[in-house]
């Protein structure tokens, strides 16, 4: 049983040594005040004249 929560606990820190960096990086990225710029983005490339089932 101590066995298995060693290996939990060593997956859980070795996640969030490798995740913690690029989580870190998009929280800083997609910071709530551009928010509104990225969706404005996406609507404007999803309603595009290029119809992309037609080439």
Not at 9 to 17: E, I
Not at 28 to 52: A, M, T
């Amino acid at each position: 049983m101590f066995i298995l929560l060693f290996f939990v606990l060593l997956l859980q820190f070795f996640t969030y040594w490798i995740f913690e960096p690029f989580a870190s990086f998009l929280e800083y990225v997609l910071e709530i005040r551009s928010f509104p710029i990225i969706v404005l983005i996406g609507f404007i490339l999803l309603f595009s004249g290029k119809n992309i089932e037609h080439s």
